[in-house]
């Protein structure tokens, strides 16, 4: 244990108070509100998008990318967006084409890198790397990852490079004088130049196209604020002034007039535009998630950022014409993105990223209602080449996970799918046709080996994968409105069977079982909660609830999860 | 795992019972006051009661919702450094010297460190509960670190 784990462990001498009849009884507040979003509604989002032709691959899910060619005549709007992604367990920097194809590493090295920013005639990188003595150094390469070199050297936070608009210098944040403070230095690495100086922390310069000024973040006044200041450094004014909100990530729009930034002033993170003297401030991003780190298009159309809207934190565009949001890399971990500047130049080769897709499970049934099988496969996708045959083993490097059917009417649907708890599905992956009517739904385990089941159910339709819902009121607390996920012990003395009957007059009824052991044997007697549902278009609906005690078979129990059938199932 | 089937088997009081007190102890040492916590604790379980099974991972949700609600209340009490130099401030050694500490840190090195030194998060996880990316939490805690370190040090001098 080291010295600090040692001092944290000192915590657990504070006596905790007990707040959960506080929780029970208290209406929540009007504060902002901090809720998830249910990850399928990023997949189908992203899918549709997809689908809808708009052209943002989700590279992720697509196998390897085609190796990148060289682009002798670069068009315009072809410019590429510079990124940080967490892959193979390091953070390395990679581009990618506005529109979410041609993905391409760009290093490959030991310790982590972030913060890309370029050059701006677009052929130079520069970037923060982690040393291997914990500090971030600037360096820079070419736009394709080669020809690298460090710009800064010793026992400092030296990162967040901004290129000036002519491409002599780089501003960059250093915290070799005790506390962050902007610097700048000749594009060489040369005449490294403090530009601010105070107790507090100055963050993310961003310089104007002129090149007169650059705005930045301080706390200087208690909290984070946009700065201004003439790019010697002086004339140092306070842009946004709020003392109640945090103001940060500042970034020039290409035609100098305005800035965007990130402001919690209403609740939560939150992309922002204002004029370059701090008028005219409008929310131009509306998520309960955390949104920051703009970056602008080069023709000032769209806004690049980073969210944590789908779950993890991932980018996206945002177009301030018509305001949609677009998932550019989707399920990969992306921070800090950087658009490249005007026309681009060839990029040159550059390593693609290799991905393996694996198909873990497989099962078949008719989920169209045309009479013919179609084929579902759970693919797992893994960075690097690996092997499939996991013989049980996790894989250390699970990028993604997908659902694949092939119709048998001759169409694919491939979708993205992030429903696994905990970012594992057991893999148990069933067709049953809970109503019916032909249709077959999709029964899929979400939970990992260790866990008994947690199995949500699909309609899947040829545009998409959807979870079914539990309509209201449910049977709380044990089914509960909303997606039709059911089962889940937590314990060994509780266990959640999921049984699908047909009845004799052809009625079909799914029976979920809570059963909990009130005994001190395996037999029981246990307390069992029975919820029966019945499958009306996409809801399943409560028809009936029953409680009993019983007893099973001291030789097994209750009958329980199996990992090779998911459910009693009467309904094929 | 275990959790995550917490909230389909009526089960937000198991997770209170196995998590609020470690969830408080790491809002004290976050904000320094334990009116704080125990009002972020609260308003975090009513809220998701309130979303029942909506939230697919109860454990992950109700720590970041706290750990939000606390920084949202520190900001709105204009005191984004806690009032830790209080001498009235009641709290036994040891853990006074170590929140001492930490109050010198900014909001986001001390969120930092907390969940990753007490409860033993990991950078992605904690970027998901704090809201920031893993390559400014990596920073924050390499900075943090260094920084508290000093601070204890000088507390023993």
Sequence with gaps: ?572 | MVQDALVTAGGLEQLYRDDGARLWRALVAFSGDRELASDAVAEAFAQAIGRGSHLRDPQRWVWRAAFRIAAGELKDRGRFRPPLADPGYEMDQPPAGLVAGLSRLSPNQRAALVLHYYVGYATKEIAGIIGSSPATVRVHLSQGRKRLRRILEEQDD
């Design chain 1, 1 to 572: 244990m080291t010295d600090l784990e040692e001092q944290f462990r000192t915590l657990d001498r504070l006596d905790a108070p007990d707040l959960w009849p506080e929780a029970q009884k208290r209406q929540p507040g009007t504060r902002a509100p901090t809720r998830p979003r249910h990850p399928l509604a990023a997949a189908v989002l992203a899918f549709t998008v997809a689908a809808a032709g708009v052209g943002l691959a989700i590279w992720a899910f697509r196998g390897p990318p085609p190796a990148p060619k060289p682009r002798p005549a670069a068009t315009p709007g072809s410019e590429r967006i510079a990124f940080a992604a967490y892959f193979n367990g390091r953070w390395q920097i990679f581009s990618v084409d506005a529109d979410g194809s041609d993905i391409a590493q760009l290093t490959d090295l030991s310790t982590d890198q972030f913060y890309p920013a370029w050059s701006p005639d677009g052929t130079r990188i520069a970037f923060s790397a982690q040393g291997g003595d914990g500090f971030m150094q600037i360096w820079v390469m070419d736009a394709s990852g080669g020809d690298l070199e460090r710009l800064t050297r010793g026992r400092a936070w030296n990162y967040l490079p901004q290129w000036s608009p002519d491409g002599s210098r780089i501003a960059f944040v250093s915290s070799r004088d005790g506390n962050e403070e902007v610097f700048v230095m000749n594009a060489d690495g040369s005449e490294q130049t403090r530009l601010t100086d105070d107790p507090d922390e100055d963050l993310s310069p961003a310089w104007s196209p002129d090149g007169d000024r650059i705005a930045f973040q301080s706390n200087r006044e208690g909290n984070n604020d946009i700065y201004v200041m003439s790019a010697d450094g002086s004339q140092v004014t306070n842009l946004t002034n709020t003392a109640a909100s945090g103001e940060f990530d500042p970034a020039w729009s290409p035609d100098g007039t305005r800035i965007a930034f990130v402001s919690d002033r209403d609740g939560d993170p939150e992309i922002y535009v204002m004029d370059e003297d701090g008028s005219s401030v409008s929310r131009v991003t509306r998520d309960a998630a955390h949104d920051r780190s703009p970056a602008w298009s080069p023709d000032g159309s769209a806004i690049v950022f980073e969210s944590d809207r789908a779950g993890t934190v991932g980018l996206f565009v945002l177009n301030l014409d018509g305001g949609t949001v677009l998932s550019l890399t989707d399920v990969a971990e992306a921070c800090c993105p950087a658009w490249q500047p005007g026309v681009p130049q060839e990029t040159g080769a550059s390593p693609g990223v290799a991905v393996t897709r694996c198909t873990q499970a497989t099962t078949s049934g008719d989920f169209d209602g045309d009479g013919t099988t179609d084929e579902a496969e759970f693919i797992e996708v893994a960075s690097g080449s690996v092997s499939c045959d996991r013989d049980g083993e996790v894989f250390e490097n699970l990028s993604s996970q997908e659902v694949l059917v092939r119709f048998g009417s001759g169409q694919t649907l491939e979708q993205p799918f992030t429903d696994c708890q905990g970012g594992l599905c057991a893999y148990v992956f069933t067709a049953t046709d809970l109503d019916g009517n032909g249709r077959d739904e999709l029964a899929i385990d979400l939970t990992s080996a260790a866990a008994i089941g947690l199995v949500e159910f699909y309609r899947v339709d040829p545009d998409a994968v959807r979870a079914l819902v539990i309509a209201d009121p449910g049977d709380p607390p044990f089914v509960r409105p909303g997606p039709a996920i059911l089962g889940g012990g937590f314990d060994s003395g509780v266990q959640s069977p999921i049984v699908c009957r047909v009845n004799e007059n052809g009625s079909r009824e799914l029976i979920s079982i809570h059963a909990e052991n009130v005994g001190d044997r395996l037999s029981g007697p246990w307390k069992v909660h029975t919820t029966t549902m019945v499958l009306q278009g996409d809801r399943l609906v409560v028809t009936s609830t029953g409680d009993a005690e019983s007893s099973f078979p001291e030789t097994t129990g209750i009958p329980s999860f199996s990992k090779t059938s998911p459910f009693e199932n009467g309904c094929f």
